[in-house]
Nanobody, 117 residues
Framework: VQLQAFGGGLVQAGGSLRLSCAAS????????MGWFRQAPGKLREFVSA????????YYANSVKGRFTISRDVAKNTVYLQMNSLKPEDTAVYYC???????????WGKGTLVTVSS
């Protein structure tokens, strides 16, 4: 599976960004597609995921209520709408695909999100 992420950038605290990630290369109907992030000096952490077939969604507590994940099955694309961004959301965000929620099988290259205070 190849993953191409878009949408990172610089935004002020309280602002919004939308990340998107297109998957190609194989059928992902039995997988979950989602996002992890890694802030400077910190371990990589789970952010959100969505099951491709049923659309069930999963969120880290730190982003619940602020981030919304969605998918476009026809386009094999997942979106992460990020609202009320905080400086602590600053990180490289990685698109992922996998069967297990916290151990994805495939990783994209990452897109940088910087939230200024």
């Amino acid at each position: 599976v190849q993953l191409q992420a878009f949408g990172g950038g610089l935004v002020q605290a309280g602002g919004s960004l939308r990340l998107s990630c297109a998957a190609s290369g194989r059928t992902i109907s039995s997988y979950r597609m989602g996002w992890f992030r890694q802030a400077p000096g910190k371990l990589r952490e789970f952010v959100s995921a969505i099951s491709w077939s049923g659309g069930n969604t999963y969120y880290a507590n730190s982003v619940k209520g602020r981030f919304t994940i969605s998918r476009d099955v026809a386009k094999n694309t997942v979106y992460l709408q990020m609202n009320s961004l905080k400086p602590e959301d600053t990180a490289v965000y990685y698109c992922t695909v996998g069967e297990r929620l916290y151990q994805p099988d495939y990783w994209g290259k990452g897109t940088l999100v910087t939230v200024s205070s």
